[in-house]
């Protein structure tokens, strides 16, 4: 029977451009992105702090299979995948993310905004270190 791994977003800032943390899991460590916490509204939002079941399924947005994050209240479609920016659009700041959990190998600056950066390769580790298989994500 395979064991459920267990991984932490630790999330060290929030603003404006974005809720910064950093990824634990197996050993390693990746630096994340997401939206600035507003009170979990749907597409605006970082999601609560709390534990949550993560599985390997297809995404029809992107075509392709990656992790979802299940059980969150009142969202859904919670992908972990590559973005760059997560800013606030409603004050003028740039975001590819619309509530889901960015992975960067640092972090930075890109367009003058806060930023994770090598994000393909960073989700790629990620995924591999993973062997696709489900996991829980704690987020504190």
């Known amino acids: 029977m395979y ?21 634990r899991f197996d050993g390693a460590t990746l630096f994340t992105g997401e ?15 709390g534990q949550y ?11 392709r299979m990656m992790y979802i994050v299940t059980g969150v209240d009142h969202r859904s479609g ?3 995948h590559p973005a760059n920016l997560m800013g606030d659009t409603t004050k ?7 509530g889901c959990i960015a ?9 003058g905004q806060r930023a994770v950066l090598a ?3 960073a989700v790629r580790l990620f995924e ?9 994500l704690e987020i504190i």
């Open 92 to 98: 003028g700041f740039k975001s590819h993310l619309y």
């Open 35 to 49: 939206l600035p916490d507003r009170g979990n509204a749907s597409n605006l939002s970082c999601i609560p702090t």
């Open 53 to 63: 079941d993560c599985k390997w399924t297809y995404s029809p947005a992107f075509k």
């Open 103 to 111: 992975l960067g190998k640092k972090t930075g600056t890109l367009a």
């Open 119 to 121: 994000s393909q390769p």
């Open 3 to 23: 064991k459920m791994n267990s991984v932490t977003l630790e999330r060290v800032e929030t603003g404006d451009q974005g809720t910064f943390g950093v990824l």
């Open 78 to 80: 919670i992908r972990i």
């Open 128 to 136: 591999d270190a993973m062997d696709r298989q489900p996991f829980k």
